[in-house]
């Protein structure tokens, strides 16, 4: 008998605790301000700003250099 008393008295408070600790914590998510600047955002953001690469500049030929541009695959 006295071990179906203590048996009901931990199921009770088992049953309290869980609820108790459930009912606390409706709140999801990390404890603290939301208001944060995330910097690893705005650090990425930056470095794929910086590897950009710079848009191609036509490359002027001369006459007198393109006439003496030989093929690498000809022989001499």
């Not at 605790?17 to 944060?36: C, I, K, Q």
Request: hydrophobic letters at 40%; proline letters at 5%; glycine letters at 6%.
């Amino acid at each position: 008998m006295t071990t179906a008393l203590v048996l009901v008295a931990l199921f009770a408070l088992v049953t309290w605790g869980l609820n108790h600790n459930h009912t606390r914590n409706h709140t999801p998510g990390l404890a603290g301000s939301r208001d944060v600047e995330d910097r690893d955002a705005v650090r990425v953001a930056a470095e794929l700003r910086a590897r950009e690469p710079e848009p191609a500049r036509p490359e002027r030929v001369s006459a007198r250099r393109a006439a003496t541009v030989r093929l690498a695959t000809g022989s001499r």
